[in-house]
């Protein structure tokens, strides 16, 4: 089994990839880090907890970063995506367990520690635990075994503008700052990610199954495709960006990578643009291409 961390900001596409790492025996995981992104950090945690309880896993759960490495506060956040509560709406009830006292960056420092050589971290939110744990611990960067990271969009668009993809504009800093450390990292972005369309249909078969989690994934999933259908009309699913990060720390065969040097753009216009340069060190793995439909089906297999 691969030890994991993941570094989440609990919204759907989080969810799905949450229920997805926890019924895949290959992966052994260690925690859940949260942080701002899509929801603040609070609500994010609390989704986080509340995907646990559903899915019936006692996983432990460590709040992290409320601000920006550098910016201070973020002040925007992502409800036309993921709805009022980050989770399509659907929370009724707050959880009835907690985070740990621990700080999420101080978790990933001991774990690491612990584990040198072993550890593989997938992060699917900004990258600003990750970036305050080698900040304060710079030893750790060899140790890390890989970091997996669901953001950036080398060769194609963003999806909040025509530069930058979500995770990597939430906090530029943390994402330059994580991509020039030396740390072993495969980017699986939106040159990836929006190849991989989970169809309305097959949300519908997840109902059939009489589940209450199969209803709970459904019923959010759907509000994740509505807001998908208002920007790409016709489109009929969504994309499953953070769950592909959970199936390239899987499998690495369902995608294929080219190494470059990744610059992230810190000012100007084109803030969060992730440049890839096939000269200058360190060098990162960008994804490039994926086995859309195996991919897929290995998803679905597993999720609820």
Request: aromatic share 8%; charged share 20%; net charge negative.
């Amino acid at each position: 089994m691969k030890p994991i961390i993941f570094d989440v900001d609990t919204g759907i596409d989080d969810a799905l990839a949450m229920s997805y790492s926890i019924n895949s025996p290959e992966l052994e995981l260690l925690g859940f880090t949260t942080c701002f992104g899509n929801v603040p950090v609070e609500e994010a945690t609390r989704n986080t907890l509340t995907v646990l309880e559903k899915v019936g896993a006692g996983i432990p759960v460590y709040q992290g970063a409320a601000q920006r490495f550098v910016r201070g506060e973020k002040e925007v956040w992502a409800r036309h995506v993921h709805g009022e509560d980050g989770i399509g709406n659907t929370l009724k009830n707050e959880p009835t367990t907690q985070a740990m006292s621990q700080f999420a960056p101080d978790f990933m420092i001991e774990q690491v520690k612990n584990r040198p050589h072993e550890i593989t971290i997938i992060a699917v939110g900004p990258l600003t635990n990750l970036a305050l744990a080698i900040q304060k611990a710079p030893e750790i960067i060899p140790l890390v075994k890989e970091v997996v990271v669901m953001g950036g969009a080398v060769k194609v668009p963003g999806n909040v503008n025509a530069y930058a993809e979500a995770n990597i504009i939430a906090d530029p800093e943390a994402a330059d700052y994580v991509f020039s450390s030396g740390l072993n990292v495969t980017l699986v972005g939106l040159d990836v990610t929006l190849q991989t369309l989970l169809p309305l249909s097959r949300v519908n078969e997840w109902r059939e199954t009489g589940k209450e989690t199969a209803h709970f994934f459904a019923d959010m999933t759907e509000f994740y495709i509505g807001y998908y259908e208002k920007y790409y009309p016709g489109i009929a699913g969504c994309g499953l960006h953070d769950p592909l990060a959970v199936g390239v720390a899987i499998d690495p065969s369902f995608v294929k990578t080219e190494t470059m040097n990744v610059k992230v753009v810190l000012e100007g216009e084109e803030v969060g643009r992730t440049i890839g340069h096939p000269e200058g060190e360190p060098k990162i793995r960008v994804c490039t291409e994926v086995e859309a439909d195996r991919f897929l089906e290995h998803f679905l297999s597993r999720v609820v």
